[in-house]
Every structure is written in C-alpha cells, then in structure tokens.
C-alpha cells in the first residue's frame, strides 16, 4: 500500500509540474507564434502558431503578420481559442474594446461566433 501511494504521489507531481511547464510555455515563449495585428481597423487580434501551418500558409502570415509576438492583453475583452476559419486555418482570436470608431465586441457574440467556429472562448 505504501508503494502505491508514493507511485501515486509521484505520478501527480510529475503531472502538475508537466503541466505547468507547458502553460509556462504556451504564455511566455513567442518564438515560433505570428501576430496580426487588426486592432485599429476591426478590433481584432490573431495569433499563430507556425509550426501548425501549411508551408504556402506560413510563408503569407509571415509576410502580412509580426513574427515572434503575441496580441496584447490592454482592453482585451475575449480570447477565441483555436478558432478555426472556413480555410480550415486554426488561430486564436483576440477582441478588443475602445477602439476609434467602433463599438466594443459583446461578449455574447463573441463567444456565439467562437463556438459556431470550434472555439473555445475565454473572457479577460
């Protein structure tokens, strides 16, 4: 029984340590991530990640997009995870509140539309 336990013991702190590493990652590294930045425009922000896009897909995001950045998080309102658009391309999609002539994003919409799309939405 004291085996088992401390098997158990291991085998969760390998877990949440894991896990941490991995959001750790996810939040902090830009290396590899695209940013378009729409703000001022739609209100918008999109992240890729390159390493999950088609060569002919990379090479046009890195062309139009800031490569190692990531959207900012001031008058953030949501984030769309994983959006996925009718190319089939998946990115997450950040919406933005007090943009010059535009009104704010409603979180309602934003989650509706995120989750027609295979989102999952997330507010700030």
């Not at 992240?47 to 897909?57: G, I, K, M, P, V």
């Not at 007090?98 to 409603?106: I, R, S, T």
Request: aromatic share 10%; proline share 2%.
């Amino acid at each position: 029984m004291k085996n088992y336990f401390i098997l158990l013991l291991i085998t969760a702190l390998l877990f949440v340590g894991s896990t941490g590493t991995a959001y750790s990652q996810a939040t902090d590294n830009v290396k590899g991530m695209a940013m378009c930045d729409r703000i001022e425009k739609q209100g918008m922000c999109e992240e890729y990640r390159l390493s999950t896009l088609s060569a002919a897909d990379r090479q046009l995001i890195t062309k139009h997009c800031t490569t190692d950045a990531l959207c900012p998080t001031e008058d953030r309102i949501g984030i769309c995870l994983r959006y996925r658009d009718p190319d089939d391309i998946i990115f997450d999609k950040h919406y933005y509140r007090n943009v010059d002539n535009k009104e704010d994003w409603q979180p309602e919409f934003i989650e509706e539309t995120c989750i027609k799309n295979n989102g999952r939405y997330e507010a700030n």
